[in-house]
C-alpha cells in the first residue's frame, strides 16, 4: 500500500510540475524560435480561434521565423543566439481564462533586450498555445 501511494504521488508530483502555463508556452516557444528548434515546435501555435494551424501555415510560420532570426543575426552581428532568460513582466487573462496576452523581454546571448514585446496564447483542449495572429483590436475580451 505504502509503495502505490508512493507511485501515486510520484506522478501527481510530476504531472503538476510539468504545468502547461501561457508563460512556459512562450518561453520554449521563444527559445525554439532563436535557437532555430522551431520546425520542431510547430505544435506550441494555434489560431486565434484555438484550431491547430495547417501544415502550410505551420510551414511559412517557420520560414517566416527563421527568416526574422536570421535578419536580427545579421544586425547584431552575431552566428547563433542563445536564450539565456525570458522575463515575463505582465499576464493578463480573460474572464473564462482562455486567452492570456503576455509581456516579456528576453536575454539572448548576455545582453538583455531594450524593449519588452507582447505575444497572445489561447488555451485549448492540449493547453496554452501560441496565436500565430490576433483578428480584432480586443481579442483578449472577446
Known amino acids: 500500500m505504502k509503495k502505490l501511494l508512493f507511485i501515486l504521488s510520484v506522478f501527481v508530483f510530476f504531472a503538476c510540475g510539468s504545468s502547461n502555463s ?4 512562450l518561453e520554449q516557444f521563444v527559445k ?8 520542431e515546435n510547430t505544435s506550441l501555435v494555434a489560431n486565434d480561434d484555438g484550431t491547430p494551424l495547417s501544415e502550410k501555415a505551420a510551414k ?3 520560414n517566416l521565423i527563421g527568416g526574422m532570426v536570421k535578419y536580427d543575426m545579421k544586425q547584431r552581428e552575431v552566428d547563433k543566439f542563445s536564450v539565456d532568460k525570458v522575463d515575463i513582466l505582465n499576464v493578463e ?35 496554452w498555445k501560441i496565436v500565430v495572429m490576433v483578428r480584432g483590436t480586443d481579442w483578449l475580451n472577446s
Not at 32 to 39: C, D, V
Open 32 to 39: 525554439a524560435s532563436y535557437e532555430g528548434t522551431i520546425s
Open 60 to 62: 511559412e510560420l517557420v
Open 93 to 127: 487573462y480573460n474572464e473564462a481564462k482562455t486567452k492570456a496576452k503576455v509581456q516579456y523581454l528576453t536575454t539572448l546571448n548576455g545582453k538583455k533586450g531594450e524593449e519588452s514585446s507582447t505575444q497572445y496564447l489561447i488555451k485549448n483542449s492540449d493547453g
Open 22 to 25: 501561457p508563460e512556459k508556452v
